[in-house]
């Protein structure tokens, strides 16, 4: 089956980097477009970038400038390097397989990993 496995979180101080890791097992990984998104505590899940199969990429607003997407075919594997990260960066990110539709839509992705915890402290 389907499995996404992320890696990769923790406790940084503000203005620091972490480099997130999603590993895809159990799907033609080079099919897919891959996000990522994030979940504060008592927010909604919120986007924040995805990468095509060839290496486009689509970045939130909010956050294009300080995060990057990368993605290595070969290891089925998708990351999300974060710096000069702020407290309100903490959250759980999570990586998920687009299945068409809006990019930056939650619902429009099927499979999910189970989360990384990232908090960033002031």
């Known amino acids: 089956q389907v499995q996404l496995v992320e890696s990769g979180g923790g406790l940084v101080e503000a203005g620091g980097s972490l480099r997130l890791s999603c590993v895809a097992s159990?799907?033609?990984?080079?099919?897919?477009?891959m996000g990522w998104f994030r979940q504060a505590s008592g927010n909604e899940r919120e986007f924040v970038a995805a990468?095509?199969?060839?290496?486009?990429?689509l970045f939130s607003d909010l956050l294009k400038g300080r995060f990057s997407i990368s993605r290595d075919n070969n290891k089925n594997t998708v990351n999300v390097q974060m710096n000069s990260l702020k407290p309100e960066d903490t959250a759980i990110y999570y990586c998920a397989t687009f299945v068409g539709g809006d990019l930056s839509r939650y619902s429009d992705y099927t499979y999910w990993g189970q989360g990384t915890q990232v908090t960033v402290s002031s």
């Open positions: 159990g799907l033609t990984f080079t099919t897919y477009v």
């Open positions: 990468i095509g199969p060839t290496g486009e990429s």
